[in-house]
């Protein structure tokens, strides 16, 4: 049973929680005739499925896109700039883990990103991984804080778990095989998130 953390701090995961993963990969897969009349909804599960099938495939489509365009500005994720900005006016703030890159290059751009969709007061801090870096032992130094760690990989939301976070499951259209006893909190966007918390206020 989740209980109110003793502080107002949010821990979150930022592509496919807070913006919105891989929008510029899918324009470019679109301008490119790999997804002509798949609609927003489709996108992310095409993607998944095209993962797990053809994952080769999948990495020689993002190493050419890469080279085709900059990734710069990413959209926000569904109704997150509202609920986070919400939720920021009644005192939480929010913890970035995001394995953006540990460059300085990546940090700056990731945090240029953040800001300009979201107001800079609404940050407790933001920590810049590398891309395939465990995000273990950053969540590590919360064990024991029963803070609410929201994410959209789900065996990233498990680690957080088997910390004794109150781990929020961010589904984003993903099938991944789960953990039966592990009562992992599932949302499909920021208002869900929201009521949760609220109820744990009361
Ligand atoms: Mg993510």
Not at 32 to 44: A, Q, R, S
Not at 94 to 101: D, L, R
Not at 151 to 157: F, I, Q
């Amino acid at each position: 049973m989740a209980t109110h953390p003793k502080k107002k701090l949010i821990l979150v995961d930022i592509d496919g929680v807070v913006l919105a993963h891989g929008t510029q990969f899918f324009h470019w897969l679109d301008h490119k005739g790999y997804l002509k009349g798949t609609n927003e909804e489709e996108k992310t599960d095409f993607l998944y499925k095209w993962h797990h099938r053809e994952p080769d495939h999948l990495a020689d489509l993002y190493s050419r896109s890469s080279e085709e365009i900059i990734y710069t500005y990413q959209e926000p994720f569904k109704d997150a700039k509202h609920y986070l900005h919400l939720l920021n006016d009644l005192g939480w703030k929010f913890k970035a883990i995001t394995c953006h890159g540990s460059s300085s290059e990546s940090k700056e751009q990731r945090r240029r990103n953040l800001f300009y969709h979201f107001e800079e007061k609404i940050w407790d801090e933001i920590i810049c991984l590398g891309h395939t870096e465990s995000k273990q032992a950053t969540l590590e130094k919360h064990k024991g804080e029963n803070l609410i760690w929201v994410e959209d990989t789900y065996s990233n939301a498990l680690v957080g778990h088997k910390l004794g976070l109150t781990s929020i499951w961010m589904r984003n259209n993903n099938h991944p095989p789960k953990c039966a006893d592990c009562p992992i909190i599932e949302a499909d966007n920021w208002q869900e998130i929201y009521n949760f918390i609220m109820k744990l206020s009361t």
